[in-house]
């Protein structure tokens, strides 16, 4: 097991030695997401999520044809309104959701059909009409098209499951946290594997 573990973190660390700016700004971006959202304290985490979409305006800005930097966005806006909250987060969602779409248009699979799970879960989270944009039927369409592109994926089955709790289907859902438990690790997600698993363990707990 340490010599896979291994094998991963050296193909990891070749790939940002040798990547393309793009890439490298791509990995940046999700490397920091996931520090802040797991790693930094629930108190300042609202100020970094918006040093952070302001660092990465920049980013969108040289590779706007990106379908993977354009997800990134989307969860970095999405993530920060989620901190921010109240109807100032509501701009910052309808942006999200903006990019997200986009990305889809660019490139439907990118990042294992993560587009599909963002926008699955802003639309089950966000109000609907007159305030937001909130559906839960197209929450549940998109959220379905994430699991047929990545059916064995943490985020995915994670997400998938949430919205089933709030759908009041604990049985299924809990069935799906499961599965996201056993997903497979991601190199270089590391963090972010780490601190979903114990959201899905906190989710558990409560069903």
Same mark, same amino acid.
């Given at each position: ?83 921010? +909250?109240?109807?100032?987060?509501? #701009?910052?969602? !309808?942006? =999200? &959701?903006?990019? @997200?779409?986009? %990305?889809? /248009?660019?490139? *439907? ?18 109000? +609907?009409?007159?305030?937001?944009? #909130?559906?839960? !039927?197209? =929450? &549940?369409?998109? @959220?379905?098209? %994430?699991? /047929?592109?990545? *059916? ?56």
């Amino acid at each position: 097991m340490k010599k896979i573990v291994t094998v991963l973190s050296l193909v990891f660390f070749s790939f940002n030695l040798f990547a393309a700016p793009m890439d490298k700004a791509i990995v940046s971006m999700q490397t920091e997401w996931a520090h802040i959202k797991y790693e930094v304290e629930k108190d300042q985490q609202e100020s970094m999520f918006e040093a952070l979409v302001d660092s990465t305006e920049d980013t969108l800005k040289k590779y706007p044809d990106s379908a993977e930097v354009l997800i990134w966005r989307a969860i970095i806006l999405s993530t920060y309104a989620g901190e921010k +909250g109240g109807l100032g987060a509501l #701009g910052l969602v !309808k942006e =999200a &959701k903006r990019l @997200l779409e986009l %990305s889809i /248009e660019l490139d *439907p699979l990118a990042l294992q059909g993560s587009a599909y799970t963002s926008l699955g879960s802003l639309y089950y989270q966000v109000p +609907g009409w007159p305030i937001g944009f #909130g559906s839960d !039927k197209k =929450a &549940k369409q998109y @959220l379905a098209k %994430s699991l /047929e592109i990545n *059916p064995d994926g943490i985020d995915s089955n994670f997400f998938n499951a949430d919205f089933l709790i709030e759908q009041n289907q604990n049985a299924e859902a809990k069935q799906m946290l499961e599965h996201a438990l056993e997903a497979k690790p991601r190199p270089g997600r590391e963090i972010a594997d780490n601190g979903r698993r114990k959201e899905i363990q906190e989710l558990l707990s409560k069903l």
